[in-house]
């Protein structure tokens, strides 16, 4: 039976691509993302549970933790929302394959390609959204990443209850012309907590008119 987590190394490369150029630092992180099985052994929320202990793990860890030395003397957990079943949707996968790779603006100067892979359309409180989903260039290059999809949002949180740079979401090529969007686990670019990091921008097609209250919460 396969796990609901997918323990996945991101070196430089999704959550905050990389680090700038000048940057000391090159630490590896661990983030552990959801997907979606036929038989399921846990709960959604028990497996929300160990999501959350898993990513404070990270934080905790010297050797994986993205805080600054500060904030991480005095490190004891991250905000969290409470688990949400309704924000956990399945979307319609309207594949675009003639999309072209695109340089992507982020918090340095550095401008990382990724392409569109897809529309995911699903509907939240009897409306409809529209969010594009990405592949990173560099990532499919690199073996056992190949089919890693890249789900960046911003939304009505933002600034206020959650980081106002946006969110993401990691998630894999679907088999199907579904995908599960788990907002739950929505978690913030390592820019939100530190400033040494080169984190994508979210698109303004990646904007939702919608409060998402689900995921990781503002830092601070």
Do not use: W
């Not at 052994?41 to 028990?46: A, F, G, H, R, V």
């Not at 509907?123 to 592949?135: A, E, G, N, R």
């Not at 890693?148 to 946006?166: A, I, K, Q, V």
């Amino acid at each position: 039976m396969k796990n609901l987590f997918l323990l996945i190394l991101i070196s430089l490369l999704i959550a905050c691509n990389d680090l700038p150029k000048d940057a000391k630092n090159t630490r590896k992180t661990v983030v552990e993302n959801h997907i979606e099985t036929k038989a399921q052994k846990k709960s959604l929320e028990d497996e929300f549970v160990a999501f959350k202990k898993a990513l404070n793990k990270e934080f905790s860890t010297k050797k994986t933790s993205p805080l600054t030395d500060e904030d991480f003397a005095k490190f004891k957990s991250l905000a969290f929302f409470s688990f949400d079943k309704n924000l956990v949707v399945k979307a319609q996968v309207e594949h675009t394959p003639d999309a072209d790779f695109i340089s992507f603006p982020t918090t340095t100067n550095r401008l990382p390609d990724y392409r569109q892979y897809a529309l995911l359309h699903f509907v939240l409180d009897d409306k409809s959204y529209t969010l594009p989903i990405y592949q990173s260039e560099e990532l499919m290059q690199k073996e056992g990443f190949e089919d890693y999809l890249f789900l960046p949002f911003s939304d009505l949180t933002n600034d206020n209850e959650t980081y106002g740079g946006g969110r993401y979401i990691d998630t894999k090529i679907p088999k199907g012309d579904t995908l599960v969007i788990n907002f739950n686990y929505a978690y913030n670019p390592y820019c939100a907590y530190n400033h040494k990091y080169s984190c994508p921008k979210i698109p303004a097609a990646n904007d939702l008119s919608i409060a998402i209250r689900a995921g990781v919460k503002k830092f601070h």
